[in-house]
């Protein structure tokens, strides 16, 4: 089960419901995103095979590698550019010090007490080379869950679950193959 890897386990994972308005302004309805199927991601394999080619040395799992390039050579097709990125794979001991940087208590807070939200140590999909962040994307220290008329986020949206990437519902710029 990898259902833990919400960044948010005490909210509902439903796409396009009750967003809070205070967090972001919409002039449109909040385009949905496709969901992941459910299933295992199988093994991992985090080494120097990981690296994403021109993502200054950030890593995803090597399972997930060739998708992911996929991805990008497909975006800049099409005149995207996906690169950079500001996450991808985080050890333990990356996530924790995150957590210690982004909540009141690093041990015990919600994903959602933390700004921004940080998922508890062992539970992120990061740790688990799954995730990427497109922080230049649409990025903001609480919940932004869609990034209407941003060229990478409607890429990403129409896009990505080709290649079995998937937003994080809660999150514009987590991306990952769990949708987690
Ligand atoms: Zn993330």
New binding site residues.
Partial sequence: MVDGAN?DPTQPSNVGSKEDPAQYVTEAPTPSVPTPPTGSTGTITIDKTSEIPGAGGIRIATENLAAFNAMVAAAQKDGINLLPIS?GWRDPQQQIALRKKNCPDWQNSPSSACKPPTAKPGTSN?EKGN?V?FGTMCYAKGTVPSCPGNARWEWLRKNAQNFKFYQLPS?A??WSTTGG
Avoid: K, L, V
Wanted: hydrophobic share 25%; proline share 0%; no cysteine.
């Fill in positions: 960044e996450s990061h995730a962040d999150e710029w987590h």
